[in-house]
C-alpha cells in the first residue's frame, strides 16, 4: 500500500509537470546555493592554508611589539632587535635549520629608464632556506659579501620581468636607492599569496648592505627561524620566548614585548577567517531553502485546494485519511528531494565554475551534500505536511460539491 | 476491520434506516433536512429515490453511503450500526462494499479511463496486472473498449458516465448508489445508462439505489421511494415492464 501511495504521488507530479518545477525552483537555488558556498569556500580556505605553508611550514616568525592581533604593529617604545638577538638564537636554541634575522624598506628599482617600486629586504642565505625561496639563476650571497656588506642582490620574478623581460638578469647592475648594485641570482617564481600580494615583487640583499647603504641602521625588524624537520615548533617556540624574555630582561610577570608566531598560528587564524566567511555564505544559502520550503507549502497548499474534489473522490472511493495524507506527503517529499538532486548537480556545476575562475581547488565537501539532501527531504516533509493534514481532513461530501 | 454478517439469502436488509434524521446547523440556523425516516433495503433490490428539489434525497443517500452519519436514529449497514463507527472505518465500508455514481461524474481529470477505473482496485490493494485486468473488463461491461487511454476530456458526457459506472462496479460491490447518474445526459443516453444499470442488478445481483427526478427513468427500479420534506411520502413497487424479462 506504501509503494502504491509514492506510485500515486509520482503519477499526481508527472501529470503536472509545470506546477512541479515551479515548486522545486525554490529548493532547487537553495541547495545550489548552500553547495556553491560551501564549495568554493572549502576550496578558499584550502588555497590560503596550501599557500601559507608554501612560506614553509616550520615556520616561526619574532616580531617586536605585541601580538599582530592587538593594536597592531610595534608597540611604541618596544625596542627592535639587535643582530646579536639573531645570533643568541641560532647558538642557544637546538633543533633549528636556519635563522635570518630581516630588515628592510620600500623603494624603487631602476635600470636604464625603466623603474619599478618594490621592496628591499635585508637578511642571510637563511632567508632563503627559512622562506623556502629556491633560485631560477645565479647564486646565493657569498661569505664575503654578506660580511663586506656588498652591493650585490638577488631579485625576484617580478622585478626581473619588469626590468629585464626574458633576458637573464645575472652579472648586469640595477639602481636601488643611490647605490648601483649587481644582480646575482633570481628567485623561482611563488606567484600571488593568498592575501593577494605579490610574493615575487622583492629585492634580497645581505643585511649588512641594507642597514649600512639603505636604512642606515642597526637594527633589524624581525628574526624568521625555521625548525628542523620533526622538531616541535611549539617546542622551538617556547626556548626562543623563554631566551628573548631574558635577553630584553622582562620581569617575570610581565608581558613580553615581542611577539613569537609560528605558521600554524598564521594558518589558524587566515583558515579561521575565511572558514567564518563560508558559514556565513552558507548560512545565507540555507535561508533560501527555507523561503524554498515555503514555496513548497505554498503551492501544496494551492494544490490542495485546486484537487479538492480529486480528495473528495479519493475519500469516496475508500481511501484513509491516512493514506490521502501520505500522498500528499510523499508528493512534497518527492519533489523536494527531486529538487535537492537537482540543486546538488547545480550547486556542484555552478561550484566548479566558481574555483576555476576564483583559482581556488574544487574540493567537494560529501558531508555539506549530504546535508543539503537530506535537509531537502526534511524541508518536504515540514512544509508538506500541513498541506497534506488539511487534505486528508477534508469532508468527502463537502469536497465532492467543490468546484 | 469491521466485517458486517455477510449477506444471507436474496431478501435480507441490507440497509436499514430506523427514524433517521439530519440536521445540518445549529441554533436558529439549523435545517432540518431528514426528519425521521425509515426505510429498509434488501439484498438484490434496485430503488428509484424521487422527490422535489430539497427534499433530503441526496443527505439521505450520503448516509446510506456511509458518507455521513445521522444525527439521530439508527443506520444499519448490513447489521453495523454506521453512526457508531470512525472516520476510517466507514471508508473501509465503502472501498469493500460500496460503489458510487456521483451527480456529474467525478472523474479525475488529465487521467485515462483506465486509470479512473482502477482507482477504487488501487485502496483494496489489488495487484497492478489483476487490476487493469478488472479495469478493463468493467470497460469493456460499459461498452468502452477502445478508449481505455483516453481522458475524461476527450470523452463525451454518456463516455463520462459510463466510465463512472465502470468505476463504481469494478470492484463488484454489494450496493450501488447513484445520485442522479442521467442528471446531464440525453435520453437516448440515459436509456443506455439505465439498460446498463438493469444488467448489473440481474446479472450480478448488485443492489442499487439511485436518486432521479425522471419517471421514465425509475421505471425501471423495481421500488420507487418518494421524499417529500424530510420525510418519506410515498413507497411503492414498480411493476414496470421494465423489471419483466
Ligand atoms: N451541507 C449542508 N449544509 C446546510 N444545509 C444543507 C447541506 N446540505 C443540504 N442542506 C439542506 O438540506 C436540505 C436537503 O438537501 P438535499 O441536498 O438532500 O436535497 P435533494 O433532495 O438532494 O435536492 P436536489 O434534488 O436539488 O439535489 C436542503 O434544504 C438543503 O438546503
Ligand atoms: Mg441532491
Not at chain 1, 531553502?289 to 473528495?312: H, Q
Given at each position: 500500500?506504501?509503494?502504491?501511495?509514492?506510485?500515486?504521488?509520482?503519477?499526481?507530479?508527472?501529470?503536472?509537470?509545470?506546477?512541479?518545477?515551479?515548486?522545486?525552483?525554490?529548493?532547487?537555488?537553495?541547495?545550489?546555493?548552500?553547495?556553491?558556498?560551501?564549495?568554493?569556500?572549502?576550496?578558499?580556505?584550502?588555497?590560503?592554508?596550501?599557500?601559507?605553508?608554501?612560506?614553509?611550514?616550520?615556520?616561526?616568525?619574532?616580531?617586536?611589539?605585541?601580538?599582530?592581533?592587538?593594536?597592531?604593529?610595534?608597540?611604541?617604545?618596544?625596542?627592535?632587535?639587535?643582530?646579536?638577538?639573531?645570533?643568541?638564537i641560532a647558538r642557544d636554541i637546538s633543533?633549528?635549520?636556519?635563522?635570518?634575522?630581516?630588515?628592510?624598506?620600500?623603494?624603487?628599482?631602476?635600470?636604464?629608464?625603466?623603474?619599478?617600486?618594490?621592496?628591499?629586504?635585508?637578511?642571510?642565505?637563511?632567508?632563503?632556506?627559512?622562506?623556502?625561496?629556491?633560485?631560477?639563476?645565479?647564486?646565493?650571497?657569498?661569505?664575503?659579501?654578506?660580511?663586506?656588506?656588498?652591493?650585490?642582490?638577488?631579485?625576484?620574478?617580478?622585478?626581473?620581468?619588469?626590468?629585464?623581460?626574458?633576458?637573464?638578469?645575472?652579472?648586469?647592475?640595477?639602481?636601488?636607492?643611490?647605490?648601483?648594485?649587481?644582480?646575482?641570482?633570481?628567485?623561482?617564481?611563488?606567484?600571488?599569496?593568498?592575501?593577494?600580494?605579490?610574493?615575487?615583487?622583492?629585492?634580497?640583499?645581505?643585511?649588512?648592505?641594507?642597514?649600512?647603504?639603505?636604512?642606515?641602521?642597526?637594527?633589524?625588524?624581525?628574526?624568521?627561524?625555521?625548525?628542523?624537520?620533526?622538531?616541535?615548533?611549539?617546542?622551538?617556540?617556547?626556548?626562543?620566548?623563554?631566551?628573548?624574555?631574558?635577553?630584553?630582561?622582562?620581569?617575570?610577570?610581565?608581558?613580553?614585548?615581542?611577539?613569537?608566531?609560528?605558521?600554524?598560528?598564521?594558518?589558524?587564524?587566515?583558515?579561521?577567517?575565511?572558514?567564518?566567511?563560508?558559514?556565513?555564505?552558507?548560512?545565507?544559502?540555507?535561508?533560501?531553502?527555507?523561503?524554498?520550503?515555503?514555496?513548497?507549502?505554498?503551492?501544496?497548499?494551492?494544490?490542495?485546494?485546486?484537487?479538492?474534489?480529486?480528495?473528495?473522490?479519493?475519500?469516496?472511493?475508500?481511501?484513509?485519511?491516512?493514506?490521502?495524507?501520505?500522498?500528499?506527503?510523499?508528493?512534497?517529499?518527492?519533489?523536494?528531494?527531486?529538487?535537492?538532486?537537482?540543486?546538488?548537480?547545480?550547486?556542484?556545476?555552478?561550484?566548479?565554475?566558481?574555483?576555476?575562475?576564483?583559482k581556488v581547488p574544487l574540493i567537494l565537501?560529501?558531508?555539506?551534500?549530504?546535508?543539503?539532501?537530506?535537509?531537502?527531504?526534511?524541508?518536504?516533509?515540514?512544509?508538506?505536511?500541513?498541506?497534506?493534514?488539511?487534505?486528508?481532513?477534508?469532508?468527502?461530501?463537502?469536497?465532492?460539491?467543490?468546484? | 476491520?469491521?466485517?458486517?454478517?455477510?449477506?444471507?439469502?436474496?431478501?435480507?436488509?441490507?440497509?436499514?434506516?430506523?427514524?433517521?434524521?439530519?440536521?445540518?446547523?445549529?441554533?436558529?440556523?439549523?435545517?432540518?433536512?431528514?426528519?425521521?425516516?425509515?426505510?429498509?433495503?434488501?439484498?438484490?433490490?434496485?430503488?428509484?429515490?424521487?422527490?422535489?428539489?430539497?427534499?433530503?434525497?441526496?443527505?439521505?443517500?450520503?448516509?446510506?453511503?456511509?458518507?455521513?452519519?445521522?444525527?439521530?436514529?439508527?443506520?444499519?449497514?448490513?447489521?453495523?450500526?454506521?453512526?457508531?463507527?470512525?472516520?476510517?472505518?466507514?471508508?473501509?465500508?465503502?472501498?469493500?462494499?460500496?460503489?458510487?455514481?456521483?451527480?456529474?461524474?467525478?472523474?479525475?481529470?488529465?487521467?485515462?479511463?483506465?486509470?479512473?477505473?482502477?482507482?477504487?482496485?488501487?485502496?483494496?490493494?489489488?495487484?497492478?496486472?489483476?487490476?487493469?485486468?478488472?479495469?478493463?473488463?468493467?470497460?469493456?461491461?460499459?461498452?468502452?473498449?477502445?478508449?481505455?487511454?483516453?481522458?475524461?476530456?476527450?470523452?463525451?458526457?454518456?463516455?463520462?458516465?459510463?466510465?463512472?459506472?465502470?468505476?463504481?462496479?469494478?470492484?463488484?460491490?454489494?450496493?450501488?448508489?447513484?445520485?442522479?447518474?442521467?442528471?446531464?445526459?440525453?435520453?437516448?443516453?440515459?436509456?443506455?445508462?439505465?439498460?446498463?444499470?438493469?444488467?448489473?442488478?440481474?446479472?450480478?445481483?448488485?443492489?442499487?439505489?439511485?436518486?432521479?427526478?425522471?419517471?421514465?427513468?425509475?421505471?425501471?427500479?423495481?421500488?420507487?421511494?418518494?421524499?417529500?420534506?424530510?420525510?418519506?411520502?410515498?413507497?411503492?413497487?414498480?411493476?414496470?415492464?421494465?423489471?419483466?424479462?
Amino acid at each position: 500500500m506504501f509503494l502504491e501511495t509514492i506510485l500515486i504521488a509520482m503519477c499526481e507530479i508527472r501529470r503536472n509537470v509545470m506546477r512541479s518545477s515551479l515548486t522545486i525552483l525554490g529548493i532547487v537555488i537553495g541547495v545550489a546555493s548552500v553547495i556553491t558556498m560551501v564549495t568554493v569556500g572549502d576550496g578558499a580556505t584550502k588555497q590560503v592554508a596550501y599557500e601559507i605553508s608554501s612560506l614553509g611550514t616550520n615556520l616561526i616568525d619574532i616580531h617586536p611589539g605585541q601580538s599582530f592581533r592587538g593594536s597592531g604593529g610595534t608597540r611604541s617604545g618596544a625596542p627592535m632587535f639587535k643582530i646579536t638577538d639573531a645570533e643568541a638564537i641560532a647558538r642557544d636554541i637546538s633543533g633549528l635549520a636556519g635563522v635570518a634575522p630581516v630588515t628592510g624598506r620600500g623603494t624603487q628599482a631602476i635600470r636604464g629608464n625603466d623603474n619599478w617600486a618594490t621592496i628591499i629586504t635585508g637578511s642571510t642565505n637563511d632567508y632563503l632556506k627559512v622562506r623556502n625561496w629556491t633560485l631560477a639563476s645565479g647564486r646565493q650571497f657569498t661569505d664575503g659579501e654578506l660580511r663586506a656588506g656588498a652591493a650585490v642582490c638577488i631579485i625576484g620574478a617580478t622585478i626581473r620581468k619588469q626590468l629585464f623581460g626574458e633576458q637573464d638578469p645575472v652579472g648586469y647592475t640595477i639602481r636601488l636607492e643611490k647605490i648601483s648594485c649587481q644582480v646575482v641570482g633570481v628567485f623561482k617564481a611563488k606567484g600571488q599569496s593568498g592575501f593577494g600580494t605579490d610574493q615575487d615583487d622583492f629585492v634580497l640583499m645581505p643585511l649588512r648592505t641594507v642597514q649600512r647603504r639603505i636604512v642606515g641602521k642597526s637594527d633589524i625588524s624581525s628574526i624568521a627561524v625555521s625548525a628542523q624537520d620533526g622538531v616541535s615548533t611549539e617546542k622551538v617556540k617556547a626556548d626562543i620566548e623563554r631566551l628573548l624574555r631574558e635577553r630584553r630582561k622582562t620581569g617575570k610577570n610581565e608581558e613580553e614585548d615581542f611577539h613569537v608566531r609560528d605558521m600554524q598560528e598564521i594558518v589558524k587564524t587566515l583558515t579561521g577567517t575565511t572558514r567564518l566567511l563560508t558559514t556565513l555564505l552558507g548560512a545565507v544559502a540555507a535561508v533560501s531553502l527555507l523561503v524554498g520550503g515555503i514555496g513548497i507549502m505554498n503551492i501544496m497548499l494551492v494544490s490542495v485546494t485546486e484537487r479538492t474534489r480529486e480528495i473528495g473522490i479519493r475519500l469516496a472511493i475508500g481511501a484513509m485519511e491516512k493514506q490521502v495524507l501520505m500522498q500528499f506527503l510523499i508528493e512534497a517529499v518527492v519533489l523536494s528531494c527531486f529538487g535537492g538532486l537537482i540543486g546538488i548537480i547545480l550547486g556542484i556545476a555552478a561550484a566548479a565554475a566558481g574555483a576555476s575562475a576564483l583559482k581556488v581547488p574544487l574540493i567537494l565537501n560529501i558531508g555539506i551534500i549530504v546535508i543539503a539532501f537530506v535537509f531537502s527531504a526534511a524541508v518536504g516533509v515540514v512544509f508538506g505536511y500541513f498541506p497534506a493534514r488539511k487534505a486528508a481532513l477534508l469532508d468527502p461530501i463537502e469536497a465532492l460539491r467543490h468546484e | 476491520m469491521i466485517t458486517p454478517a455477510s449477506g444471507t439469502g436474496n431478501m435480507s436488509p441490507v440497509l436499514e434506516l430506523n427514524g433517521v434524521t439530519r440536521i445540518y446547523g445549529t441554533g436558529t440556523a439549523a435545517v432540518s433536512a431528514l426528519q425521521g425516516i425509515d426505510l429498509r433495503i434488501d439484498h438484490g433490490d434496485f430503488v428509484a429515490v424521487m422527490g422535489p428539489s430539497g427534499s433530503g434525497k441526496s443527505t439521505c443517500m450520503n448516509i446510506l453511503g456511509c458518507l455521513d452519519t445521522p444525527s439521530s436514529g439508527i443506520y444499519r449497514f448490513k447489521g453495523v450500526e454506521v453512526g457508531k463507527l470512525s472516520r476510517d472505518q466507514r471508508a473501509l465500508l465503502r472501498r469493500h462494499y460500496l460503489g458510487f455514481v456521483f451527480q456529474g461524474f467525478n472523474l479525475l481529470n488529465r487521467t485515462s479511463a483506465l486509470e479512473n477505473v482502477e482507482l477504487p482496485l488501487i485502496y483494496r490493494g489489488t495487484p497492478a496486472a489483476e487490476r487493469r485486468e478488472m479495469a478493463r473488463k468493467a470497460l469493456a461491461a460499459v461498452g468502452l473498449n477502445g478508449w481505455e487511454t483516453h481522458t475524461p476530456a476527450e470523452l463525451s458526457g454518456g463516455q463520462q458516465q459510463r466510465v463512472a459506472i465502470a468505476r463504481a462496479i469494478v470492484a463488484s460491490p454489494e450496493v450501488l448508489f447513484a445520485d442522479e447518474p442521467t442528471g446531464n445526459l440525453d435520453s437516448a443516453r440515459s436509456r443506455e445508462i439505465m439498460e446498463l444499470m438493469t444488467d448489473f442488478n440481474r446479472d450480478r445481483g448488485i443492489t442499487i439505489v439511485m436518486v432521479t427526478h425522471d419517471s421514465d427513468m425509475a421505471s425501471y427500479a423495481r421500488r420507487i421511494v418518494r421524499f417529500m420534506d424530510g420525510i418519506i411520502d410515498k413507497e411503492e413497487q414498480n411493476g414496470g415492464a421494465n423489471n419483466v424479462s
